[in-house]
C-alpha cells in the first residue's frame, strides 16, 4: 500500500487540505473502520478494486465517485482487489463552498457524487481515467474545483463567517463561550449552531470533540506519553472523560486501539 498527499495551488489553499493518492497492488481483501475526522472527502475510484461501507448493518458498494459527508462515528468498510484513489480533503467549513446542497444532509454517509452534481463530475471521472500521470490529474481536479468555486461566489460572504466563528470557537471551546461568540458575529446562539451546523454537518460541540480526538490520536501515534498526559493536553478534565470520547468515535479504548491498527489507520498515523 502507498499513501501519498499534494498540497493544492495557493489559489485553492483556503479551501483544500490537501489531495491525496492511495494505491494498493496486492489483489487482496480486508476489513478496516474509518473514524471521524471533521472534514468532508470526494474520492474518485480509478482502479479494478471495490469498496463497501456499512449501512444499517449492511455492506453496499461504493460508487466510484464518492462524496464522504461528516462521519460522526465508527465506520466500518471492506476492500477487494487493487486500487488507484485520489481523493480531496476539505477543511471543515470549505467543502459548502463547492455544493449547492445543505452539507449536513450528508452526514455519516458515502453518496454518489455524480447524483449530486451530474455530468460535470461524470466527465472528470472519465479525464481521470484517461490521465495517467499525478499532476496531470491534480490540474484536472483543480481546473473542476475553480469552476465551482466561481459558481458558487454568492456563497462565500456566509461561509467565510462560519470559517471565522470555527477559528473563534477552537480557541474558546467551553461551551459557555457560545453566547459571548454568537454576539461579537451579530447572530443569536440558536442561529450561530444552525449556521454552523448546515455549513459543516457538525454542531460547536461535535467540532470540538473532533477536533481534540484528531489531536489525541497526533500524539497517541508519538507512543512517548503516557494517556494521562495525552488527555491533559487536549484539553479533557481527566482520563475517563478522553477514553469515553476516543471509545465513540473508535469503538476501542486508546489502547486497544494502539494494539489493533489496521491497514488504513496505519497509513493515516504516518
Same mark, same amino acid.
Given at each position: ?9 495557493? =489559489? ?29 472527502? =470526494?474520492?474518485? /475510484? ?31 468498510i471492506k476492500s477487494k482487489g487493487r486500487h488507484t484513489m485520489l481523493g480531496i480533503k476539505f477543511f471543515t467549513h470549505s467543502a459548502a463552498y463547492f455544493f449547492n446542497d445543505g ?17 460535470? =463530475? ?29 459558481? /458558487? ?54 467540532? /470540538? ?54 491497514? =488504513? ?6
Amino acid at each position: 500500500m502507498e499513501f501519498k498527499h499534494f498540497l493544492p495551488s495557493s =489559489v485553492l489553499k483556503p479551501y483544500v487540505r490537501h489531495y491525496y493518492l492511495f494505491q494498493s497492488d496486492e489483489d487482496t481483501e480486508f476489513e478496516d473502520t474509518v473514524f471521524p475526522s471533521g472534514d468532508m472527502e =470526494v474520492i474518485f /475510484n480509478l482502479g479494478e478494486g471495490t469498496w463497501e461501507s456499512a449501512v444499517n448493518d449492511t455492506f453496499l458498494q461504493t460508487p466510484k465517485i464518492e462524496l464522504w459527508g461528516q462521519i460522526t462515528k465508527p465506520l466500518a468498510i471492506k476492500s477487494k482487489g487493487r486500487h488507484t484513489m485520489l481523493g480531496i480533503k476539505f477543511f471543515t467549513h470549505s467543502a459548502a463552498y463547492f455544493f449547492n446542497d445543505g452539507i449536513n444532509l450528508f452526514n455519516d454517509q458515502i453518496t454518489d457524487l455524480s447524483a449530486v452534481i451530474g455530468s460535470p =463530475v461524470k466527465i472528470l471521472h472519465a479525464q481521470l481515467l484517461d490521465t495517467k500521470d499525478e499532476q496531470g490529474r491534480i490540474a484536472l481536479i483543480e481546473g473542476f474545483l475553480l469552476k465551482r468555486l466561481i459558481s /458558487n461566489e454568492k456563497k462565500h460572504f456566509k461561509i467565510d463567517k462560519v470559517a471565522n466563528i470555527l477559528t473563534t470557537i477552537k480557541t474558546n471551546p467551553a461551551e459557555d463561550n457560545l453566547g459571548l461568540i454568537a454576539s461579537k458575529y451579530g447572530v443569536t446562539t440558536r442561529y450561530l449552531h444552525k449556521l454552523i451546523y448546515q455549513n459543516t454537518g457538525l454542531s460547536p460541540s461535535s467540532f /470540538n470533540k473532533i477536533n481534540r480526538f484528531q489531536f489525541s490520536l497526533k500524539l497517541i501515534a508519538k507512543n512517548n506519553l503516557p494517556f494521562t498526559s495525552i488527555a491533559y493536553h487536549c484539553g479533557y478534565f481527566d482520563q475517563s472523560h478522553f477514553i469515553r470520547d476516543f471509545k465513540s468515535f473508535t469503538g476501542l479504548t486508546p489502547s486497544a486501539y494502539m494494539d489493533n491498527l489496521t491497514p =488504513v489507520n496505519q497509513l493515516l498515523l504516518q
